[in-house]
């Protein structure tokens, strides 16, 4: 039983050793929060699943002035039913820009896509409306993922002089 204690032990140290680290763990850079949030198009769903899912890794996004933008340019969900289930998507297109007007990350496509499987027991409105919050948690997840690229020097990165 020792023995086994010890190789766990080991293992777990080589891995952190690696910089391995469990899914969900993210790490930003210092300067990322706070974003300031600005929309294109009606996204006012939207725009809470994403404050509240970067509150969880201490990001803080708002309406507020802030050294970063974060754009959204259009929001759009589709169905699709096929003969016992219904696939439902979020797509949303957005963008950074650092305090100086460089966008970090250009205009990009975050999708996300789930199955809703409805029954005449369900509620089918309560469903879509569970499935849709999914999707706008998993889309905010989804750039989270895409921001921990980002290091201090790109988020005080300057426009380049012609």
Known sequence: MA????????VGLLLAGC?????GQFQFAEGLSPMVWQAEVEADEFYQAVRETFSLYALVVGTSPADTLLQIHDLRT??????????????????????????LIDRRQTRSESRLSLSPEVDED??????????????AL???DQLEALSDADLERRPARP
């Not at 039913?81 to 957005?94: G, I, N, P």
Request: aromatic share 8%; net charge positive; proline share 2%.
């Open 3 to 10: 023995k086994r204690l010890l190789i766990l032990s080991l």
């Open 78 to 103: 589709s169905e699709v039913s096929l003969s016992d289930v219904t696939l439902v998507a979020l797509e949303v297109e957005w963008s950074l820009v650092n305090v100086y007007g460089v966008p």
């Open 126 to 139: 309560a469903k879509r409306l569970e499935r849709q919050a999914f999707l706008r948690n998993r889309v």
């Open 19 to 23: 910089g391995y680290r469990l899914k």
């Open 142 to 144: 989804r750039i989270l």
